[in-house]
């Protein structure tokens, strides 16, 4: 599966941007989906998953209620909607996805075995 991020930019605080993952037109269905970023200095973190059965989703605390993971089936899509943007969101997003992954281990990224190559987010404050 091949994973390609795009949608980066650079935006004013409180702004919003739309992150996308696009696999290579290979459904993902089956597929744990996740986003990743990763700020300067810092280690990679977890943002945000959908489960393999895609039933359920799952945010990181400093991000639940301002961003939001979906899924477009048709167009073997998912998406990053961030709103109310900080400072702190400044990072490269990564999206990721494994066909096996647990639930219980969606914000590990080390259990994820594909990848896109990153988009950047910059958060003027």
């Known amino acids: 599966v091949q994973l390609q991020a795009s949608g980066g930019g650079l935006v004013q605080a409180g702004a919003s941007l739309t992150l996308s993952c696009a696999t290579s037109?290979?459904?993902?269905?089956?597929?744990?989906l996740g986003w990743f970023r990763q700020a300067p200095g810092k280690e990679r973190e977890f943002v945000a998953a959908f489960s393999r059965n895609g039933g359920s989703t799952y945010y990181a605390d400093s991000v639940k209620g301002r961003f939001t993971i979906s899924t477009d089936n048709a167009k073997s899509t998912f998406y990053l909607q961030m709103n109310s943007l900080k400072p702190e969101d400044t990072a490269v997003y990564y999206c990721?996805?494994?066909?096996?992954?647990?639930?219980?281990?969606?914000?590990?990224?080390?259990?994820?075995?594909?990848w896109g190559q990153g988009t950047e987010v910059t958060v003027s404050s």
């Open positions: 037109g290979r459904t993902f269905r089956g597929y744990a």
């Open positions: 990721a996805a494994d066909k096996y992954l647990i639930t219980s281990s969606l914000s590990d990224d080390a259990q994820y075995d594909y």
